[in-house]
């Protein structure tokens, strides 16, 4: 019987310098291990934390501090479509924002409309954030199965009637049910808006994204 070919596998990740085959590396990455939670572990960590925090970049190479952190070369990477894939997850989050934060800000008005106290209009605004969950999950699992552009557009589609919907409110338990699907939807935009704004920017460009 012949001999199974064995076959390298390269970490997208490695360096140059790093010579170690996928079985090693594996065999050594912290995820592959069982957290060792005994309490020297424990104070090692928080003894080691902050001077691990403050251990920046630019201490372990030749260039200079602006050089490491000038965003400029990494932005000049980016082409159009990175721009694009950028803004619409960007935009996106925005409206979703400007929804949330409008209706907050409004809530004296709001209350006075539908004539209940602004404790009452407040638990809608709480309402949403109770909600997110239930969105992201939901999309999430659906992102997974059909694509996340179809999950875009059907977000944005549902954005457009429910914050329509929102104005045309005229008692205060439709205020809550339109603020409830709001929840839902503005929960379901925040991954798939973040991975379309940074899955396939260039590495070098994500952390002043």
Same mark, same amino acid.
């Given at each position: 019987?012949?001999?199974?070919?064995?076959?390298?596998? &390269?970490?997208?990740?490695?360096?140059?310098? +790093?010579?170690?085959?996928?079985? +090693?590396?594996e065999h050594n990455d912290l995820f592959? *291990?069982?957290?060792?939670?005994?309490? @020297?572990?424990?104070?090692?960590?928080?003894?080691?934390?902050?001077?691990?925090?403050?251990?920046? @970049?630019?201490?372990?190479? *030749?260039?200079?501090?602006?050089? !490491?952190?000038n965003p400029i070369p990494g932005l000049?990477?980016?082409?159009?479509?990175?721009?694009?894939?950028?803004?619409?997850?960007?935009?996106?989050?925005?409206? +979703?924002?400007?929804?949330?934060?409008?209706?907050?800000?409004?809530?004296? *008005?709001?209350?006075?409309?539908?004539?209940?106290?602004?404790? +009452?209009?407040?638990?809608?605004?709480?309402? !949403?954030?109770?909600?997110?969950?239930?969105?992201?999950?939901?999309?999430?699992?659906?992102?997974?199965?059909?694509?996340?552009?179809?999950c875009y557009i059907t977000i944005c589609?549902?954005?457009?009637?429910? *914050?329509?919907?929102?104005?045309? !409110?005229?008692?205060?338990?439709?205020?809550?049910?339109?603020?409830?699907?709001?929840?839902?939807?503005?929960?379901?935009?925040?991954?798939?808006?973040?991975?379309?704004? &940074?899955?396939?920017?260039?590495?070098?460009?994500?952390?002043?994204?």
């Amino acid at each position: 019987m012949r001999d199974i070919t064995k076959v390298e596998h &390269i970490s997208p990740y490695s360096t140059q310098s +790093d010579n170690k085959t996928f079985a +090693d590396s594996e065999h050594n990455d912290l995820f592959n *291990e069982k957290p060792d939670l005994s309490w @020297p572990s424990i104070e090692h960590y928080f003894a080691t934390r902050i001077p691990n925090m403050l251990d920046l @970049p630019f201490y372990h190479t *030749e260039k200079k501090w602006y050089q !490491v952190v000038n965003p400029i070369p990494g932005l000049k990477e980016m082409t159009a479509l990175d721009w694009n894939l950028y803004m619409l997850g960007f935009l996106a989050w925005s409206l +979703d924002s400007m929804d949330f934060f409008c209706v907050s800000v409004s809530a004296s *008005e709001i209350a006075a409309t539908l004539k209940v106290s602004v404790t +009452d209009i407040t638990w809608g605004v709480t309402l !949403v954030l109770m909600l997110r969950s239930v969105g992201a999950i939901i999309f999430g699992i659906a992102a997974d199965k059909f694509g996340r552009k179809w999950c875009y557009i059907t977000i944005c589609t549902l954005f457009i009637v429910v *914050e329509m919907g929102t104005g045309f !409110v005229q008692t205060y338990k439709q205020f809550l049910g339109v603020r409830a699907v709001f929840g839902i939807l503005m929960g379901a935009m925040y991954p798939i808006a973040m991975v379309t704004a &940074i899955e396939g920017q260039p590495t070098v460009a994500r952390s002043v994204l």
